[in-house]
Nanobody
């Protein structure tokens, strides 16, 4: 059974930080590209950050310089360190694992940036 379980979301003030985690099981994690997507209310789900099986990273312009994606293959976990958070970062954050035509999604974790 494939599972992606996100955690670490919550309410944070503007300028604050959060660290999201996504624990994976049921597939060969180290082979997969892992990504974080975000979906703001009324908007489409968008890619925030991706990390390849070899550790190469890429970011959406909106989060570049503020967010850092990383992975620990020994723990089957991918992280998203989010700094200098803005109200426009408010969204549900989803973890995704992709390998070829196979794609798995987590259930999402809410991040709310508000004073």
């Amino acid at each position: 059974q494939v599972l992606l379980v996100e955690s670490g979301g919550g309410l944070v003030q503007p300028g604050g930080s959060l660290r999201l985690s996504c624990a994976a099981s049921g597939f060969t994690f180290s082979n997969y590209f892992m990504s974080w997507y975000h979906q703001a209310p009324g908007k489409e789900r968008e890619l925030a950050a991706v990390i390849s099986s070899g550790g190469i990273t890429n970011y959406a312009d909106s989060v570049k310089g503020r967010f850092t994606i990383s992975r620990d293959n020994a723990k089957n976990t991918v992280y998203l360190q989010m700094n200098s958070l803005k109200p426009e970062d408010t969204a549900v954050y989803y973890c995704n694992g992709r390998w070829g035509g196979i794609s798995y999604w987590g259930q999402g974790t809410q991040v709310t940036v508000s004073s």
